[in-house]
């Protein structure tokens, strides 16, 4: 059964800081891993989706790595900025069933002070 | 449309009342899927609807939930005679299909049974 865990579950930085968000999955047959971020009463935003076949993805600020024989992903954030501030989570989408659910992880609730 | 749209944003009900949660996937979407997210916890699948496919309701957590996908696109998840523990976030979210594809969620339907 997948698992997915992710560590911290809250961080809180000064403005500025490069920060890494880390999520372990048990299972490494997936099809990709995504991470969203999540606002406070608010819906799920995608940061960055990486394949299977691929190891990192990048998008601004934001770089995302996968090592699936490890079932690891790290999610770096460069030059942190209060705006950053929600709560990340990532979730696996399983090659085991035909559902393609997303396996989830409880997520990190990030702080950026000014 | 451009998003995944969801109504209504907020509902609260009595404990008993039927309630229906509205959802209006991408446009050429085929995939379709339900989460909830309680209080202090994961995000949980509910159901899932791929194309003409019979759904997989195999995360419904009882029968009075269900699911309907009308000509492939809108969808609505009813939940009979609410409890309390109903109370959640329902999310949902749409994607291409196939394998590796990345989903885009809609804002959710705060749900409060009183």
């Known amino acids: 059964k997948q698992e997915v865990t992710q560590i911290p579950a809250a961080l809180s930085v000064p403005e500025g800081e490069n920060l890494v968000l880390n999520c372990s999955f048990t299972?490494?047959?997936?099809?990709?891993l995504q991470w969203f971020r999540q606002d406070p009463g608010k819906g799920l935003t995608s940061l960055l989706l990486i394949q299977s076949s691929q190891r990192e993805q990048t998008s601004g600020r934001l770089n995302a790595s996968l090592d699936k024989s490890s079932g690891r992903s790290t999610l770096y954030i460069a030059a942190s900025q209060p705006g950053d501030s929600a709560t990340y989570l990532c979730a696996v989408q399983s090659n085991a069933g035909n559902n393609r659910k997303l396996i989830w992880g409880l997520g990190t609730s990030l702080a950026v002070n000014p | 449309g451009a998003g995944v749209s969801q109504s209504p944003s907020n509902k609260v009900t009595e404990k008993g009342k039927d309630v229906e949660l509205r959802c209006d996937p991408i446009s050429g979407h085929t995939a379709l899927y339900w989460y909830r997210q309680s209080l202090g916890q994961g995000l949980e699948f509910l159901i899932y609807?791929?194309?003409?496919?019979?759904?997989?309701k195999s995360g419904l957590p009882s029968d009075r939930f269900s699911a309907e996908r009308t000509g492939g696109s809108v969808s609505t998840l009813t939940i009979q005679r609410t409890q309390q523990e109903d109370s959640a976030v329902y999310l949902c979210?749409?994607?291409?299909?196939?394998?590796?594809?990345?989903?885009?969620f809609g804002s959710g339907t705060r749900l409060t049974v009183v």
């Open positions: 299972d490494s047959a997936i099809y990709n």
């Open positions: 979210a749409s994607s291409l299909g196939g394998e590796g594809g990345g989903y885009t």
């Open positions: 609807f791929q194309g003409n496919s019979a759904p997989d």
